[in-house]
């Protein structure tokens, strides 16, 4: 597929958005693994869509086909074809480290010591340079950029004797955010990190015609609706499960750290029809709105969400407030990677192209907008602009979260600290520069109790506090202890 990388990266800049990394696939057990990892990869697309793979395994080999694209685009009955077998994974991706280019696609397959293993990960190895160095200078060759190669590596090196405990010493020397599916020729493993960055599930597809069940794992729930396999749990962290011919295996490859989930998965990336991290999304999305109207109460006609991942925390203002919401912004969801731009300049013509006003419902009236988040500011100081301009005699903003101050190290496509707008404005200075009537965030504190959080701390709230939960050190002195089923 042809693919304009410099384009990618300016419509990036164009949204203003932060962006997930990854979504991650795994079926073991079924006749059609591939296919099933194919439409779950779909459901999972919102996760990442710069490229995408399968990898599969027919008890012999290890298949694999990736492309740069979108899932749809690249995987039919052809392609499919390519990746038989009864298990398999699958990785749909943007960049957080490595190159955007086919050759850091996921799943990465390698043939080493241990066999043939394919990986695909979501997350970010926070110590993965440092990895790469040790070995590059012991004279390993890297072949692609990508952080997951470390894990690869570490695989390869490691002086267990049996492929499940080298892989379990591979992760315990990994630190981050990470959730990962391997398949070898015979098992299928997945893993998360032991602080719980990102979330991994676990499902099942019960057979049929006596066959056995089919073992599901994704980064979200809401691909196994498509799929129709039953929720059956999270993986805890630090759990490495295996999958073979003797059935489900669980053991903890590290002891479980202090659970410092992504909170930011609720706010933004996670779809409202997934539960995530034991919660369903739409439920927190609409107590964010709820707190939000509760904590920056406003006079106004009709609450406007910015669509579509303003929507469920606009459904709960309006709720909570008793002002009407009203679908003022339309957006285009059919606009692709390049656009041509007339030769006299349009205003705002990237915003344009995505979000159009009703004029009919924005006229005169008193217009609370409600989005999930202000990255750099720019798009949000163009929507205003676009709902003003639609005869709105006032616009106030109220965002689903606390200001983005600082960058994630954690798996999420953040701009540099100074590109981020809180990070050296205040609200009253943001209000200004977006062109705001008024402009409120919702707190950490009522952020944290609208994800689920009861008296434990579960989140990691690094890009609204500074305070990151790791300190970037190694794991390497950690033991693992005991399997526990
Ligand atoms: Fe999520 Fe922010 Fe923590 Fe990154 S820093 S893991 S985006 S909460």
Known sequence: MDFDGEQFREDRLMDDKLHEECGVMAIYGHPEASKLAYLGLHALQHRGQESAGIASSDGERIHLYKAMGLVADIFNEETLKRVPGPMAIGHTRYSTTGDSALLNAQPIRVECNKGRIAVAHNGNIVNAAEIRKKFEQQGSIFQTTSDTEVIVHLIAQSKEQTLTDSIADALRRIEGAFSVVIVTEKYLFAARDPRGFRPLSMGRIPGVGGRPDTVVFGSETCAFDLINANFERDLKPGELVVVGPGGVKSRFYAPALPQTSCIFEHVYFSRPDSVIFGRPVQASRESMGRTLAREAPVLADIVVPVPDSGVTAAMGYAQESGIPVQFGLIRNHYVGRTFIEPEQRVRDFGVKLKLNPVRSLLKGKRVVLIDDSIVRGTTSKKIVRMVRDAGASEVHVRISCPPTISPCYYGVDTPNREQLIASSKSVEEIREFI????????????????????????????????????????LHDIQPVEVVK
């Open 435 to 474: 062109g705001a009537d008024s402009l409120a965030y919702l707190s950490l504190e009522g952020l944290r109790k609208a994800s689920g959080e009861g008296d434990t701390p579960m989140f990691c709230t690094g890009c609204y506090t500074g305070s990151y939960p790791t300190n970037f050190v190694e």
